[in-house]
């Protein structure tokens, strides 16, 4: 309370510490208290940007109002997370978003990422016809949306809901490091979490393909023929992508180790480091992935073909579509299922979106630092006292039950 008092009068000329000692406007300890904690952010806030030469643009951050909205955004995401927790992790802050507004951000992410896979590809390819060549990409970035979104929920059902900063690792048998703990278990929970989301990623393309031949060349969807061959494509992509994402994805699972977040140095150090890890992982994962779905492919058709029919699987068309799946699911779960890609589209994107937070979110974390409303502590923020981050919850609750929509009860 004296560092507080002290930093609201001590560099304020405008203000007189002598009202601290008004009993009728501070009967009792915890008003006076309430004041210091209420006037610390404004105070440092307004302190830097009077400091600021007017000739600088002010940056939408540094406003008071809005630094104290964002804090308390922050201090209530703490809040909901436990009573008592104090770190702030760059990782988790996505978390402060409703299970249903994650499971829509996964969803559109990857849609996206593989329209833009389909499209890249077919123009690399073979001229498509423009209107097929969106129609793909729209459909099968839908089917992907769908997919990931279902193994986004699997994982959030099974309880791994936060995607810790990792790195990949390969440790040799007989050195001073193995290969992961439980190497098997690893994989097969990898495995069987992507495995439903590469059998609905496959059953989506068959049905897409065959919508599209319906569309451009007429072929009749309620053909007896028609239908029977999309069932069996249904079931050999399905198995395909299932298979060809599980056995990649679960071997990725094995390589992966959680960091040490207490042996980092900052938050921000943190941050690039995983944000170079997943670059990596991309890099490797697309070729990986591409050859997986393609050999995989010919591996499956051959296995099951004269059980099905006779099944043909082309080996250029095998790479084209093992190309997009590679490119495109890589990308989605870089997205969606490491921590940098969930704060990229989350605290980066979606939460600057409905104003909880600003777009520059790093520079935001940092300035708080540097102003002393934040601290340190390894590769996570705390508040600089867990008395001011309970107050900036509270503040933020009441203003927004202050601006929340009425309720009307029955016979209102």
Same mark, same amino acid.
């Given at each position: 309370? +004296?560092?507080? %008092?002290?930093?609201?009068?001590?560099?304020?000329?405008?203000?007189?510490?002598?009202?601290?000692?008004?009993?009728? $406007?501070?009967?009792?300890?915890n008003?006076?208290?309430?004041?210091?904690?209420?006037?610390?952010v404004?105070?440092? #806030?307004? @302190?830097?940007?009077?400091?600021?030469?007017?000739?600088?643009?002010?940056?939408?951050?540094?406003?008071?109002?809005?630094?104290?909205?964002?804090?308390?955004?922050?201090?209530?995401? !703490?809040? $909901?997370?436990?009573?008592?927790?104090?770190?702030l992790?760059?990782?988790?802050?996505g978390?402060?978003?409703?299970?249903?507004t994650?499971?829509?951000?996964? %969803?559109?992410?990857?849609?996206?990422?593989?329209?833009?896979?389909?499209?890249?590809?077919?123009?690399?390819?073979?001229?498509f016809?423009?209107?097929?060549?969106?129609?793909?990409?729209?459909?099968?970035g839908?089917?992907a949306? !769908?997919?990931?979104?279902?193994?986004? %929920?699997?994982?959030?059902?099974?309880? &791994?809901?936060?995607?810790?900063?990792?790195?990949? @690792?390969?440790?040799?048998?007989?050195?001073g490091?193995?290969?992961?703990?439980?190497?098997?278990r690893?994989?097969v929970? $990898?495995? *069987?979490?992507?495995?439903?989301?590469?059998?609905?990623?496959?059953?989506?393309?068959?049905?897409?393909?065959?919508?599209?031949?319906?569309l451009?060349?007429?072929?009749p !969807?309620?053909d007896?023929?028609? +239908?029977?061959?999309?069932l069996?494509?249904?079931?050999?992509?399905g198995?395909?992508?299932?298979?060809?994402?599980?056995? /990649?994805?679960?071997?990725?699972?094995?390589?992966?180790?959680?960091?040490?977040? &207490?042996?980092a140095?900052?938050p921000?150090?943190?941050?690039?480091?995983?944000?170079?890890?997943? /670059?990596?992982?991309? !890099? /490797?994962?697309?070729?990986?992935?591409?050859?997986? =779905?393609?050999?995989? *492919?010919?591996? =499956?058709?051959?296995l099951?073909?004269? +059980?099905?029919?006779?099944?043909?699987?082309?080996?250029?068309?095998?790479?084209? +579509?093992g190309? =997009?799946?590679?490119?495109?699911?890589?990308?989605? #779960?870089?997205?969606?299922?490491?921590?940098?890609?969930?704060?990229?589209?989350?605290?980066? =994107?979606?939460?600057?979106?409905?104003?909880?937070?600003p777009?520059?979110? /790093?520079?935001?974390?940092?300035?708080?630092?540097?102003?002393?409303?934040?601290?340190?502590?390894?590769?996570?923020?705390?508040?600089?006292?867990? @008395?001011?981050?309970?107050?900036?919850?509270?503040?933020? @609750?009441?203003?927004q039950?202050?601006?929340?929509?009425?309720?009307?009860?029955?016979?209102?």
């Amino acid at each position: 309370m +004296i560092v507080l %008092a002290r930093t609201m009068y001590s560099e304020a000329p405008d203000r007189n510490p002598a009202e601290l000692l008004d009993a009728e $406007r501070f009967p009792d300890e915890n008003s006076l208290e309430e004041h210091l904690l209420a006037g610390f952010v404004p105070t440092v #806030y307004r @302190r830097r940007v009077a400091e600021r030469s007017a000739t600088r643009r002010r940056e939408p951050h540094r406003d008071p109002e809005r630094a104290e909205r964002w804090l308390g955004h922050l201090a209530q995401h !703490l809040a $909901r997370l436990d009573g008592d927790q104090q770190d702030l992790a760059w990782w988790r802050i996505g978390d402060s978003l409703r299970l249903s507004t994650r499971l829509l951000s996964v %969803a559109v992410s990857s849609a996206l990422c593989v329209a833009l896979a389909v499209w890249i590809v077919n123009l690399i390819n073979v001229p498509f016809p423009v209107g097929e060549a969106l129609m793909s990409g729209c459909s099968m970035g839908a089917v992907a949306g !769908l997919a990931f979104g279902c193994v986004h %929920a699997i994982l959030v059902r099974v309880g &791994t809901t936060a995607f810790e900063p990792a790195h990949v @690792r390969l440790r040799l048998p007989g050195g001073g490091t193995g290969v992961g703990r439980r190497p098997v278990r690893t994989f097969v929970a $990898r495995f *069987g979490a992507v495995l439903p989301g590469g059998f609905v990623m496959g059953v989506g393309c068959a049905s897409a393909l065959a919508f599209q031949r319906w569309l451009y060349y007429g072929i009749p !969807l309620a053909d007896e023929l028609v +239908i029977k061959g999309t069932l069996i494509n249904m079931l050999v992509l399905g198995l395909i992508f299932g298979t060809g994402a599980g056995l /990649v994805f679960g071997t990725v699972a094995v390589l992966e180790a959680p960091l040490d977040v &207490t042996s980092a140095a900052t938050p921000a150090g943190l941050l690039a480091s995983n944000r170079a890890t997943v /670059v990596r992982q991309v !890099l /490797v994962l697309v070729p990986m992935l591409t050859l997986a =779905i393609a050999v995989g *492919g010919h591996l =499956i058709t051959d296995l099951l073909d004269g +059980i099905l029919g006779t099944l043909v699987w082309d080996v250029a068309g095998g790479l084209v +579509i093992g190309a =997009i799946g590679g490119l495109g699911g890589t990308c989605s #779960y870089a997205l969606s299922f490491t921590a940098w890609g969930r704060w990229l589209v989350l605290s980066r =994107i979606w939460l600057p979106l409905t104003g909880r937070l600003p777009w520059d979110t /790093v520079a935001f974390l940092d300035d708080a630092y540097r102003r002393g409303v934040l601290r340190q502590t390894g590769a996570v923020y705390q508040f600089r006292h867990i @008395r001011l981050q309970h107050h900036l919850a509270r503040s933020y @609750r009441e203003h927004q039950s202050k601006y929340a929509p009425a309720s009307f009860g029955p016979g209102a």
